[in-house]
Antibody, heavy 115, light 108 residues
Framework: EVQLVQSGPEVKKPGESLKISCKGS????????IAWVRQMPGKGLEWMGI????????RYSPSFQGQVTISADKSISTAYLQWSSLKASDTAMYYC????????WGQGTLVTVSS | EIVLTQSPGTLSLSPGERATLSCRAS???????LVWYQQKPGQAPRLLIY???SRATGIPDRFSGSGSGTDFTLTISRVEPEDFAVYYC?????????FGQGTKVEIK
């Protein structure tokens, strides 16, 4: 069974750093792209970027380029999304999902940034 | 960047009625790399339709997708109580991949 399991909710202060994770199982992790999607409170879905764990090829949406870093560790079948300095506007649910057509989704990680 | 515009914003229907949701692209979506997702409150989205018209695994046949180029449609032949949700289209024809803003199907 294909599963993407994300790390738990986070509460952070503005300016802090954060790295959230997405662990894949039940399939060949290195042969499917993993995408990250943001959903701000009460809003729609925004595509942030995508990584191919096999060779760490990464594509960012221009809206998120320079704002976040996407990475992966294929040895433990895990993709990451990280921030070096969080802002209140980063408060959102973040989902990882598999492949171009996002056929499997993680359960989401709620990130709350508040002073 | 391809902009996807979904209409209507909200669709108010009674169970058993037909739902027709539209997704219009600002540029042609090549190879029909257009997908539809369903999202219920408090849940992650779920893939319904890929390649514009192919149902994902386990999706009931009351859901169907059609269209090509810049105009795409998701149809629910007879809306069931569990179908009340928000529906998003997304293209993966070109980067950046983009989503439509969503259509909410609500109980009338």
């Amino acid at each position: 069974e294909v599963q993407l399991v994300q790390s738990g909710p986070e509460v952070k202060k503005p300016g802090e750093s954060l790295k959230i994770s997405c662990k894949g199982s039940g399939y060949s992790f290195t042969t499917y792209w993993i995408a990250w999607v943001r959903q701000m409170p009460g809003k729609g879905l925004e595509w942030m970027g995508i990584i191919y764990p096999g060779d760490s090829d990464i594509r960012y949406s221009p809206s998120f380029q320079g704002q976040v870093t996407i990475s992966a560790d294929k040895s433990i079948s895990t993709a990451y999304l990280q921030w070096s300095s969080l802002k209140a506007s980063d408060t959102a649910m973040y989902y990882c999902a598999r492949h171009f057509n996002l056929d499997y989704w993680g359960q989401g990680t709620l990130v709350t940034v508040s002073s | 960047e391809i902009v996807l515009t979904q209409s209507p914003g909200t669709l108010s229907l009674s169970p058993g009625e037909r739902a027709t949701l539209s997704c219009r692209a600002s540029q042609s979506v090549s190879s029909n790399y257009l997908v539809w997702y369903q999202q219920k409150p408090g849940q992650a989205p779920r893939l319904l339709i890929y390649g514009a018209s192919s149902r994902a695994t386990g999706i009931p046949d009351r859901f169907s997708g059609s269209g090509s180029g810049t105009d795409f449609t998701l149809t629910i032949s007879r809306v069931e109580p569990e179908d009340f949700a928000v529906y998003y289209c997304q293209q993966y024809s070109s980067s950046p991949r983009t989503f439509g803003q969503g259509t909410k199907v609500e109980i009338k």
